[in-house]
């Protein structure tokens, strides 16, 4: 707001400015032509019989009454024109504010003395197309993934139908062959739970708002509850975990949503790290910010990608084998929740090593 008054007194000091200099020029050019005017009349190169001569005469005779109407119509259409500039200049902020919302790349064009608000607007433009852009892009990402999870639902249906069947089937089958089907349809439910929990997570993220109930927690306690909930996924990979952080780290927020993030990123790290390697938590407080850090062995990440990482409906796997990792919101999500606690998220790769950062402001004990 202070800005815009900024700008707008500016403008009319401008416009005033410009209004005086014309009336003194204006003003400046009737005495240079009335000086003219009384050197030719007094020059004494006349006969009195020459048209030019007749008609300076005629007007030294009326000097005071034609001055007063060059003044008087010379500082009527100064002042009218200057007048009106404001509601022209008005009229062009009115169609630029049209041509901001256009669906095209078409861009605002005002005249110079409203150049520094044209750059702006410009500028405006140039960023709605872009969120325009970028939501479009996430619509189309969210689509594919919903018809991508849609179609890999029937698989691990299928296959629970038909181990099933074959458990219904044939009743004489042996015991591990028995142990050997229900193995693979709980497998296969698991996955279909995994699937569904997507749409879920898909459709609690576009319809719901995210709101900080904060408490005071106890942050390392925290982390070292979500490694002993993970070491099942560990397992499967042969990973294993370490953490290294103060004894003790109070820290006041949601601890359901900071479990959400710290959650995402872990498993994160589980999806993206190569077998038999090590995820490393590190926690580290100071009087002005807390940082988590989760860092795993596995492919650098290219750079192109490291910057849309955070995208709602992004993976780093573009391929359909959705159990390389969910629908692309972990990361998103964990990213509009540190925000909420004023805190920041940064991704880093290199030398086949993926690291996340995670800073928070620190809050009163």
């Given at each position: 707001?202070?800005?815009?008054?900024?700008?707008?007194?500016?403008?009319?000091?401008?416009?005033?400015?410009?209004?005086?200099?014309?009336?003194?020029?204006?003003?400046?050019?009737?005495?240079?032509?009335?000086?003219?005017?009384?050197?030719?009349?007094?020059?004494?190169?006349?006969?009195?019989?020459?048209?030019?001569?007749?008609?300076?005469?005629?007007?030294?005779?009326?000097?005071?009454?034609?001055?007063?109407?060059?003044?008087?119509?010379?500082?009527?259409?100064?002042?009218?024109?200057?007048?009106?500039?404001?509601?022209?200049?008005?009229?062009?902020?009115?169609?630029?504010?049209?041509?901001?919302?256009?669906?095209?790349?078409?861009?605002?064009?005002?005249?110079?003395?409203?150049?520094?608000?044209?750059?702006?607007?410009?500028?405006?433009?140039?960023?709605?197309?872009?969120?325009?852009?970028?939501?479009?892009e996430a619509e189309q990402r969210k689509n594919d993934l919903v018809t991508y999870l849609a179609?890999?639902?029937?698989?691990?249906?299928?296959?629970?139908?038909g181990y099933l069947t074959l458990l219904e089937d044939e009743p004489q089958i042996s015991e591990?062959?028995?142990?050997?089907?229900?193995?693979?349809?709980?497998?296969?439910?698991?996955?279909?739970?995994?699937?569904?929990?997507?749409?879920?997570?898909?459709?609690?993220?576009?319809?719901?708002?995210?709101?900080?109930?904060?408490?005071?927690?106890?942050?390392?306690?925290?982390?070292?509850?979500?490694?002993?909930?993970?070491?099942?996924?560990?397992?499967?990979?042969?990973?294993?975990?370490?953490?290294?952080?103060?004894?003790?780290?109070?820290?006041?927020?949601?601890?359901?949503?900071?479990?959400?993030?710290?959650?995402?990123?872990?498993?994160?790290?589980?999806?993206?790290?190569?077998?038999?390697?090590?995820?490393?938590?590190?926690?580290?407080?100071?009087?002005?910010?807390?940082?988590?850090?989760?860092?795993?062995?596995?492919?650098?990440?290219?750079?192109?990608?490291?910057?849309?990482?955070?995208?709602?409906?992004?993976?780093?796997?573009?391929?359909?084998?959705?159990?390389?990792?969910?629908?692309?919101?972990?990361?998103?999500?964990?990213?509009?929740?540190?925000?909420?606690?004023?805190?920041?998220?940064?991704?880093?790769?290199?030398?086949?090593?993926?690291?996340?950062?995670?800073?928070?402001?620190?809050?009163?004990?």
């Open positions: 707001m202070k800005t815009e008054k900024k700008w707008s007194s500016h403008l009319a000091g401008r416009l005033f400015f410009r209004m005086i200099m014309a009336v003194i020029a204006y003003t400046f050019a009737g005495f240079i032509l009335y000086f003219l005017a009384v050197t030719l009349y007094n020059s004494r190169l006349w006969t009195g019989d020459e048209p030019i001569y007749q008609l300076v005469h005629w007007a030294d005779m009326r000097r005071d009454i034609l001055a007063l109407l060059y003044l008087m119509v010379g500082y009527i259409a100064i002042f009218s024109y200057y007048w009106k500039r404001p509601f022209v200049y008005l009229q062009e902020v009115a169609d630029a504010a049209e041509t901001l919302y256009r669906p095209d790349d078409s861009m605002v064009q005002l005249s110079a003395p409203l150049s520094s608000l044209e750059a702006r607007l410009n500028q405006l433009k140039v960023r709605i197309i872009g969120n325009e852009r970028a939501a479009r179609h890999d639902l029937k698989t691990p249906i299928t296959s629970v139908i591990q062959t028995r142990m050997h089907y229900t193995a693979i349809a709980r497998e296969k439910a698991e996955r279909l739970d995994d699937l569904i929990n997507e749409f879920f997570e898909i459709t609690r993220f576009n319809l719901s708002h995210i709101t900080l109930e904060k408490t005071k927690v106890h942050l390392t306690r925290m982390l070292e509850q979500l490694i002993f909930e993970f070491r099942p996924m560990f397992l499967e990979k042969n990973l294993d975990c370490t953490l290294d952080a103060p004894e003790d780290i109070p820290f006041l927020c949601d601890p359901d949503k900071l479990q959400r993030v710290f959650d995402n990123l872990l498993r994160n790290a589980v999806s993206y790290s190569y077998e038999n390697s090590v995820i490393r938590i590190t926690a580290r407080e100071t009087p002005q910010y807390v940082k988590v850090i989760f860092e795993n062995d596995g492919d650098t990440i290219p750079e192109e990608k490291l910057q849309r990482i955070f995208e709602q409906f992004y993976r780093l796997d573009s391929s359909r084998r959705t159990g390389s990792g969910g629908a692309g919101l972990g990361l998103a999500i964990a990213k509009e929740i540190t925000r909420l606690h004023g805190g920041t998220i940064e991704a880093f790769s290199a030398d086949n090593r993926i690291r996340f950062e995670v800073t928070f402001p620190r809050s009163p004990a």
